[in-house]
């Protein structure tokens, strides 16, 4: 099992609608979990923290956190065709040194 | 401005060279790390540094060196013991990482993308 799972995409969304990102992940103890928006050829962009179980929202985005299930994901409401870019979760490894481990990415192409 | 700068942006290297990266921040920072991303990969973590004169091996260390002489600076050497060097470097910045500490928010160089010819 990764230790973070994420689908790669592409997921494919018409401008207005509503993004979902999904992510899992394997470390148990894990409690802080990251939302990047990497764009292509650029470096990650931290756009959401989320620590408690629930919803926390930001602007557009919205990220929930389900620590029993060991699922957290991201939803962008009112996608707009500049949200297209490869969103990466990452999750604080409660085990040996705090590292964050990265899934794969989603990427999110926004269409007009 | 605070934030983290990395140099160059494009680099080239030679077989059986030697190269060395550049990443400082100025963001008051205790951590700094190096990852390495390849396409269709997520970021491999290659050292990480929580305190100066202090570093460590992440999961991705051979053929890699680094040092932590000042805070503001964490500078990378890809060795020619490296083979498959050709990669996107990224270096990030956060907080001491601790098991309580919640808001390690770890921020990005814009990266420097190195290629073997």
């Known amino acids: 099992q990764k230790e973070v799972e994420q689908n790669s995409g592409p997921l494919s969304v018409p401008e207005g609608a509503i993004a979902s990102l999904n992510c899992t992940y394997s470390d148990r103890g894990s409690q802080s979990f990251f939302w990047y928006r990497q764009y292509s050829g650029k470096s990650p962009e931290l756009i959401m923290s989320?620590?408690?179980?629930g919803d926390k929202e930001d602007g557009r985005f919205t990220a929930q956190l389900n620590k029993a299930s060991q699922y957290v994901s991201l939803l962008i409401r009112d996608s707009q065709p500049s949200d297209s870019a490869t969103y990466l979760c990452?999750?604080?490894?409660?085990?040996?040194?705090?590292?964050?481990?990265f899934g794969t990415g989603t990427r999110l192409l926004v269409s007009p | 401005d605070g934030g983290i700068t990395q140099s160059p942006k494009y680099l080239f290297r030679k077989e059986g060279q030697n190269v060395t990266l550049s990443c400082e921040q100025n963001l008051n920072h205790d951590a700094m790390y190096w990852y390495r991303q390849d396409p269709g990969q997520g970021l491999r973590l290659i050292y990480y540094?929580?305190?100066?004169?202090?570093?460590q091996k992440g999961d991705i260390a051979e053929g890699y060196s680094v040092s932590r002489e000042k805070k503001e600076s964490f500078p990378l050497t890809v060795t020619s013991a490296q083979k498959n060097p050709t990669a996107f470097y990224l270096c990030?910045?956060?907080?001491?990482?601790?098991?309580?500490?919640?808001?390690?928010?770890?921020?990005f160089g814009p990266g420097t993308r190195l290629t073997v010819l």
């Open positions: 990030a910045s956060s907080t001491y990482p601790t098991p309580q500490a919640l808001y390690n928010e770890q921020f």
């Open positions: 990452a999750v604080k490894w409660q085990t040996g040194f705090q590292k964050l481990v």
């Open positions: 989320i620590y408690s179980n």
């Open positions: 540094s929580q305190i100066v004169n202090d570093f």
